[in-house]
């Protein structure tokens, strides 16, 4: 199934697709959450309702076009986790900014979120950034409490799976020696259009990757490139350390930013940024 967040009438609720390609709101089917977070939570007690149901109200449901679609988790309970240099080819671009081509193990990091930017949401344009960068990266949901799990247990864990654009600003990342701030900024973390539930995804390490600013391809891949899976990934979080329902985890991007072009082509007030994932949908944002 497809979930997504949207405002109607100046109230946020989830929605389901329904089998028609249009959306209905939860509500309408009788289930109340107060958010995403909540029905991630509750997804395994309600999905077969759900699965039922949202094909016996077609007289309430609506197109996607007629409410504003808001990032699906619009608020994270904690900050996403991410993988840096997951894919060889960006190892291979920045080596002259950051070299990890001896790297044996995955780098994490943590990426500050308040609110998720929303599809269609401005990716702002500080003054004190100047060199402003993309990277479209496939996100995985949690849907249970990971601890000291085995990679053959990980997809047992997961909800499903949705497209982040990681925006960097490349000046402070350098500048404080960790990625931290440079990738924390408000509305540097835009997500979307929805989450699609694993059973939708026939193979996540299968599914081709890109990014465009103003209808111009700069990266393209597919996530079985990845140099730590996803299941590698969430095992390895997962010892010592507790993974809440919910958790975002960004899992890399592939080659192709900003910040590995020789020179540089960052992003500039006015572009049009779209990352796409196949079986996903597509993330559309712009610079202002």
Known sequence: MRFYTIKKDDKELVAV??????????????INVADMNELICRYDELKDFIQKERSNHLTEDITIDSVDV???ITVPKQDVICLGVNYREHIEETVDVIDFTKKADTVYFSKRV?????PGGVIPDYDFVDSLDYEVELGVILKKDALGISAKEASD????YTIINDVSARNLQ???QQWFRGKSLDGYMPMGPCIVTTDEID???DLDIS????GKERQHSNTSHMITTVEEAIAELSQGMTLKATSIIATGTPGGVAMGMKPPVYLQKGDEVICSIKGIGKLINKVE
């Open 174 to 176: 350098l500048k404080h």
């Open 203 to 205: 193979d996540v390490h």
């Open 211 to 214: 990014c465009s600013i103003n």
């Open 114 to 118: 308040n609110r998720c930017n929303d």
């Open 157 to 160: 864990y997961i909800f499903g």
């Open 70 to 72: 808001l990032a699906p």
């Open 17 to 30: 697709e329904t089998m028609q390609g249009r959306i209905i709101p939860l509500e309408k089917l009788g």
